[in-house]
């Protein structure tokens, strides 16, 4: 499998620390040097599905295909106002495709479980070109009189298109049960043989733990991942982490011993999109001309579950 096409869509409204701390009990120092996020995209007045399918459009522009060309759309997704259709289904109208569409929910590492089962697919020539989209709203699952989460997340939508190729040089995925640290439970309809009540609880997050299990699986998934390649961590040029902590992306640098420029970021300015946050950094650097022909890049994601998952590839677009 290989990588032809990616893209992204943003919300226009950008919000500063400063426009949170006006109702939050927080600060623009607070959340700078916590987390390292200065200003965030948060959805306001368009909607995910309209993100979702301009990130798929420019993927296939920039990959050269139309939608009717494509045979599987994945598309990654923890809420939207839609339950049902799949979110896939509406970017798929959008889109002009006419092929099976499916949504999958591994929280924030979705990226990697996507392209996990794209190349599943491929190999089995079950299909060829399929697009990988996340999309995400996360800031509609915190609840806004939260200061431990509200500040964390922003919103986006990204997008790869893939294909056959012998780019893609290992994947490893994997989710052990720990619910209790990370969950968002949203409300149900009433039924009348229900004898309980499920009202919903906004996101929740034991952000210590979390940190100590996102450093803990990074660190590991990127050594698993090296081990598998049989490469060294000096011989990757671009480690694209999950942008959920300046941090956490620190801490796994320093664990492996390597410069801060391959590890690039920009929570500072797009705050944590969960599992657009890898395919959003891989755009920006596809078309700001940070990556080359020939480049090594291991993208590495963890999220509620607790998911995980790593991958390598060669970058093979701009020859
Ligand atoms: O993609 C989802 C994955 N999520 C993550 O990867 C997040 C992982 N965890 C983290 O990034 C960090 O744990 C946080 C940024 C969430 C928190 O940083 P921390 O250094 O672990 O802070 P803490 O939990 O130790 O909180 C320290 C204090 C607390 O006050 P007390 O109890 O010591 O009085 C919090 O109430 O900071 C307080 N606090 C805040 N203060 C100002 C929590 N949020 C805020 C805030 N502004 N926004």
Known sequence: MKIIGTG????????????????????DEWI?????????????????KDLAIEASQKALD???????ELDYIICSNVVNYYVT?????????GIQAACPCVDLNAACTGFLYCLDMAAAYIAAKKAK??????????TRMCSWKDRNTAVLFGDAAAAAVVTEGDAFRASRISAFHRPEVLYYQRPLEDCPFVKYQQ?????????????????????????????DTGLTADQVDH???????MRIIETVRTQLRQPPHKFPHNIESR????????????????RNGTLQYGDTVVLCGFGAGFTTGTCLFTWTMNE
């Open 8 to 27: 992204s869509s943003l919300p226009s409204l950008s919000v500063t620390n400063e426009m949170l701390s006006v109702f939050l009990d927080t600060s």
């Open 32 to 48: 700078r040097s916590r987390t390292g996020i200065l200003e965030r995209r948060i959805i306001s007045d368009e909607n995910l």
């Open 62 to 68: 920039d990959a050269g295909l139309t939608g009717s």
């Open 85 to 93: 259709p799949s979110i896939s289904c509406l970017v798929a109208g």
């Open 129 to 138: 070109n399929i697009l990988v989209v996340c999309a995400e709203e996360p």
């Open 199 to 227: 009202r919903g609880v906004p996101l929740y997050m034991n952000g210590k733990e979390v940190f100590k299990l996102a450093v803990n699986a990074s660190t590991q998934g990127i050594e698993n991942i090296l081990a």
């Open 239 to 245: 480690y694209i982490l999950h942008q959920a902590n």
């Open 271 to 286: 705050g944590n999109t969960s599992s657009a946050s890898i395919p959003l950094l891989l755009d920006e650097m596809h």
